[in-house]
């Protein structure tokens, strides 16, 4: 049962255009949710993370955007830039203390000069 | 800047043997992980740890066991090796606190079993 959905196994956007990064739960305990980034032979890095308490959370080019309703959340990158070409997974957290993260499939992103 | 370290990039075993997996963190990090990365399937949690000799089975366990022995150190053992557990490996490490805190992970071994 996949708890965390990227529907989208990858996404190819131009340099200077906006990326949209999707992501869908199920569970509605969670209340941390996590991007990361990952680029090929490399383990992956933290991007940004949002509260459940909140809808939106910025840092610099990346923000992120979560809709509890809809259990929906989605990362946009702007603008896009070719080095921004890795793998993006998002990942989602319940606050019981062991930080026991569940991560999505993965979007594949692709930034064309 | 938190430093995890695996031991291996590339590791080739055989069927049957049994496989030790090394990750070392600098941080002081309570909190110790071990993923497995595949195709379609993202990252799955084998085994946790929050505490030196405390570990908490994940969503895989199955075929697995580990050891913490000390704070900076989580190994993963595959007891007998078989080529369903050809994968990349991810140790990760964080600090106790809540879930916001993100985890800092090593650059994986790549693990083909034969």
């Known amino acids: 049962d996949q708890q965390v959905k990227q529907n989208s196994p990858s996404l190819s956007v131009q340099e200077g255009r906006i990326s949209i990064l999707n992501c869908d739960y199920t569970?509605?305990?969670?209340?941390?949710f996590l991007w990361y980034k990952k680029y090929p032979a490399e383990g992956p890095t933290f991007l940004i993370s949002i509260s459940s308490i909140k809808d939106k959370n910025e840092d610099g080019r990346f923000t992120v955007f979560l809709n509890k309703s809809a259990k929906h959340l989605s990362l946009h990158i702007v603008p896009s830039q070719p080095g921004d070409s890795a793998v993006y997974f998002c990942?989602?957290?319940?606050?019981?203390?062991?930080?026991?993260?569940?991560f999505g499939t993965g979007t594949r992103l692709l930034v064309s000069p | 800047d938190v430093k995890v370290t695996q031991s291996s990039r590339y590791l080739v075993k055989r069927t049957g043997e049994k496989v030790f997996l090394e990750c070392v963190q600098d941080m002081d990090h309570e909190n110790m992980f071990w993923y497995r990365q595949d195709p379609g399937l993202g990252l799955r949690l084998i085994y946790f740890s929050y505490d030196v000799k405390m570990k908490e089975k994940g969503d895989i366990p199955e075929g697995y066991s580990v050891s913490r022995e000390k704070k900076e150190r989580f190994s993963l053992i595959l007891e007998s090796a078989s080529t369903n557990q050809t994968s990349m490996y991810l140790c990760a490490s964080s600090p106790r606190g809540g879930g916001h805190q993100p985890q800092h992970f090593g650059d994986g071994t790549r693990l083909s079993i034969l």
């Open positions: 569970n509605s305990m969670f209340d941390y």
């Open positions: 990942a989602a957290n319940m606050n019981t203390g062991f930080q026991k993260l569940v």
